[in-house]
């Protein structure tokens, strides 16, 4: 870590106003402001990257696969098996999901600015300008609008989403924190915020937008919170260097704790020992599974542990203050963090992490969209059934027409109006006899979304495919009641041979059927229309193929 980026060890040195000064009648008292503008420091910018937490950016890596991976795989299950009215519905209610909290948002933005005091360098020009600094020193650009407000939950609070971020602090810890001499833990509690969001603008943008919808659904948030909590562990960091003090980052955190009126009573053995008992229980971790802030005495135990490496001496000073039986405790739960900080966090395991989980749902979708699975031959259940009396009986047929391509062949036997849009595929698990398979898209109104064709090597290892898909369906049922199944034979077109309606596993209308003349089962799938729709459609003048 740069030296210059570090707590430093010496004493704040910012000059302080003298008390209460005559004036003269025709002079006014220098303005606040003014005085403030006297205290600016005037340092370099920080380089926020260089104080991350080190367990930051694999968390990161956790919350960025999780949303691509999920956010990916529903994409495609809904562009599978989703009809358009069901796509545009999931679109919709993700807008409205999205625009409903995005108004809540502003909603609560529109109470603040009538019940709470905006700081502006009119209202709060202390506030105001220290707001300022600590910006321009973490070279953070995006509007934070501040609000002060008389009595709240907690001291301070931020709200962000989307862009929108705005910070409430509690009137009492204001008026505490403008005093010059807390200047300090002033400048902690608005860095460790502002920390917080810059770090939160170095991450990959698709990433950080799906991670902030899929937070919506709070069962989800187990895989983003880490993240969350160790972006406060970096804004703490942060904090810790612009303060400049140890000391003083600890009393602005007391500040947190137990208020302005005990925040320097409080015995720092026993505050720490506290710490490593938390950090040591199994039930105050699992509490703060989805919450988006660690305990705070947990971020008391990552600013000691950041002091060890970038101010040892006023870490040891620190330390000294503390019994040795809670030192060595301290030690103790934070060994693994002292590991993990004389390794560095580990930035190439993002992008890593990014590339597998896009590979994965570009495999998924490549498995989803270029082959046809079992399940559209076998819609139902069971071992393969004899056939009925009703089915005709085997005969001899013609072999496929000779071709050096298997699927070639296939195609021409498909309706000249939609053979362009076919291709080949590869059913899994493999079928038996099946020699070619493709999958066509017709483009004609009422027809089916897709239309697959199998071409077996024989009639008995197609009436056996056949019966495997349509193993106990009735002769006397109804196709959107159950399912139902026959024979045809037509004096044109495809046949003689056998149908078979119902709904599949998808619960997508099916239509079946097979040519005993050229050895090829079709199967007809639209997640819109019913079986019954499709039976139709097969029954009616339009081509259906195969012939």
Not at 317 to 345: N, W, Y
Not at 467 to 480: F, I, M, R, S, V
Not at 520 to 538: E, K, N, R, Y
């Amino acid at each position: 870590m740069p030296e210059s980026q570090t707590v430093s060890s010496g004493e704040h040195t910012d000059p302080q106003p003298t008390a209460a000064e005559h004036v003269a009648p025709e002079r006014s008292v220098q303005d606040p402001a003014a005085q403030f503008r006297g205290t600016v420091r005037g340092w370099p910018a920080l380089d926020v990257r260089q104080l991350r937490h080190p367990s930051e950016p694999s968390r990161f890596a956790l919350a960025a696969s999780a949303s691509i991976l999920l956010g990916g795989l529903g994409l495609l299950v809904a562009l599978r098996f989703a009809g358009v009215t069901e796509i545009i519905l999931i679109t919709a209610t993700l807008a409205v999901a999205l625009g409903s909290v995005w108004w809540l948002v502003q909603v609560h933005r529109a109470k603040l600015l009538g019940g709470a005091a905006r700081v502006t360098p009119q209202t709060f020009p202390v506030l105001s300008a220290a707001a300022d600094e600590v910006k321009r020193q973490l070279d953070y650009t995006q509007p934070v609008e501040i609000f002060v407000l008389a009595q709240m939950d907690e001291s301070v609070l931020l709200t962000s989403f989307f862009g929108t971020h705005v910070l409430i602090m509690e009137g009492a810890l204001v008026a505490e924190l403008v005093k010059p001499e807390n200047r300090p833990q002033l400048d902690f509690i608005l860095a460790t915020f502002f920390g917080k969001l810059k770090i939160k603008t170095l991450a990959w943008a698709p990433a950080h937008i799906a991670i902030n919808a899929l937070k919506l659904p709070h069962f989800l948030n187990f895989l983003f919170a880490p993240w969350e909590r160790a972006t406060v562990y970096t804004g703490d960091q942060v904090a810790a260097t612009c303060c400049g003090s140890l000391d003083e980052s600890i009393i602005a955190l007391n500040r947190l704790l137990v208020g302005k009126d005990l925040a320097h009573d409080v015995g720092i053995s026993g505050l720490m020992s506290q710490a490593a008992l938390v950090r040591r229980a199994w039930l105050p971790r699992l509490q703060q599974l989805y919450s988006s802030y660690p305990h705070l005495t947990n971020r008391y135990l990552n600013l000691l542990s950041f002091a060890d490496q970038s101010a040892p001496a006023e870490a040891r000073a620190f330390r000294d203050r503390i019994d040795p039986v809670t030192d060595a405790r301290v030690r103790d739960v934070s060994a693994r963090l002292a590991q993990q900080r004389e390794r560095g966090p580990r930035g190439g395991l993002v992008a890593v992490s990014i590339a597998a989980s896009i590979a994965l749902v570009s495999l998924a979708a490549f498995a989803m969209f270029s082959t046809i699975p079992q399940q559209a031959l076998a819609g139902f259940s069971g071992k393969a059934a004899a056939s009925t009396a009703t089915d005709p009986p085997p005969t001899p047929s013609s072999s496929p027409r000779a071709t050096s391509d298997p699927a070639a062949a296939l195609e021409s036997h498909v309706p000249a109006a939609f053979a362009s849009t076919c291709s080949a595929v590869t059913p899994q698990p493999a079928i038996t006899g099946l020699v070619a398979a493709i999958t066509c898209t017709p483009a004609e109104a009422g027809g089916p979304r897709t239309v697959q064709y199998y071409q077996f090597a024989d009639t008995a290892d197609m009436n056996a495919a056949f019966e495997d898909a349509a193993n106990g369906l009735p002769e006397n049922g109804a196709c959107d009641q159950g399912g139902q199944r026959g024979a045809y034979h037509f004096t044109t077109g495809p046949g003689p041979g056998l149908w078979a309606c119902s709904d599949n596993s998808s619960n997508e209308g099916q239509m079946i059927w097979t040519s005993t003349r050229l050895n090829i089962l079709s199967v007809a799938t639209d997640p819109v229309q019913t079986p019954q729709q499709l039976h139709d459609w097969f029954y009616s003048p339009a081509a259906t193929g195969p012939d």
